[in-house]
């Protein structure tokens, strides 16, 4: 009978969420900006995988599901996004898509 | 199966870092791929196999190959390279990091007192029965929101038929 302890799965949540977050706040680029909001995602569903594996109920399976709903839809939305604002500026960079400044 | 939990756990994080450090975003994304391929691991060991199917089939299998397809069009070349290395200077990195490893200081001190507890694995059909259980409102939300992020991903993609030549003469005209 192997031990895991859903601790150290919350913690390996917490370090993998906070990994996205350096990327997105670091990255200028659009396209790793979203990757980094997909691992801060991902992190979240393995807390709750984890959270589950303690409780011992299928509610961490089925959140994750959802999360992963969402995510897909958030992905095809922003990917749309990032080829308008390619076509319109021909660059990723965030900060050329600036009119509303000032 | 603990030390493969640890294994899979490090591979995990060493692939996310290199996946948010690397200029080139392809193989940024291959990383991430090999990160997701980690957490799938660690969700089968803690006993939810069915999420560990998904994750490589749903997340790494299409919303990934999703991010490849676009990056394919996008066709980003050198130049794009050298832009990302200027971008990538270390004195960026020192306050988020500062932020982010007080926030994991917080979190991990947080989240103390978790229990350890035998390995017990979640069969698909438990999951199956939520789902269709307590939580079928949840299911048909997400369906509704996946319309919503079909339509809305329709029609941002949709090429507008006047080209964009007529905008700089200042009449924008839109074919529905």
């Known amino acids: ?58 509610d961490g399976q089925v959140m994750y599901i959802f999360i992963l709903a969402m995510a897909a839809t958030e992905v095809a939305v922003g990917l749309a996004l990032v080829l308008l ?18 | ?6 294994v899979a756990a490090v591979v995990a994080v060493l692939a996310t870092i290199r996946a948010i450090t690397h200029v080139n975003a392809v193989r940024a994304l291959l990383y ?22 998904l994750e490589v089939i749903t997340y790494a299998g299409a919303i ?12 980003l070349g050198p130049t794009a390279l050298r832009q990302e290395r200027g971008w990538l200077a270390p004195s960026m990195w020192v306050g988020p990091g500062i932020l982010c490893g007080v926030l994991l200081g917080e979190l991990i001190y947080a989240a103390r007192g978790a229990q350890t507890v035998p390995f017990t694995t ?46 700089k003469s200042g009449a924008i005209q839109e074919v529905a």
């Open chain 1, 1 to 58: 009978m192997s031990m895991i302890p859903a601790q150290h799965g919350i913690w390996i949540a917490a370090i993998l969420f906070l990994i996205g977050l350096l990327g997105v706040m670091v990255r200028r680029d659009i396209l790793f900006v979203l990757m980094s909001i997909e691992v801060m995602l991902n992190a979240a569903g393995l807390a709750f995988i984890a959270a589950a594996a303690q409780w011992k109920s299928a």
């Open chain 2, 32 to 53: 991430l791929i090999v990160s997701f391929f980690g957490v799938a691991v660690m969700f089968y060991l803690l006993g939810a196999p069915f999420a560990a199917a």
């Open chain 2, 122 to 167: 979640i069969e698909p059909a438990e999951v199956a029965m939520a789902l269709f259980g307590p939580y079928v409102l949840g299911v048909e939300l997400a369906s509704v929101l996946l319309l919503a992020g079909l339509v809305g991903a329709y029609h941002l993609g949709y090429r507008k038929r006047v080209a964009e030549v007529r905008e």
């Open chain 2, 1 to 6: 199966m603990s030390t493969a939990f640890y």
């Open chain 1, 85 to 102: 604002l390619y076509q319109r500026f021909k660059s990723l960079d965030t900060s050329v898509a600036s009119g509303m400044r000032g």
């Open chain 2, 64 to 75: 990934m190959v999703l991010f490849v397809f676009v990056m394919m069009m996008l066709n």
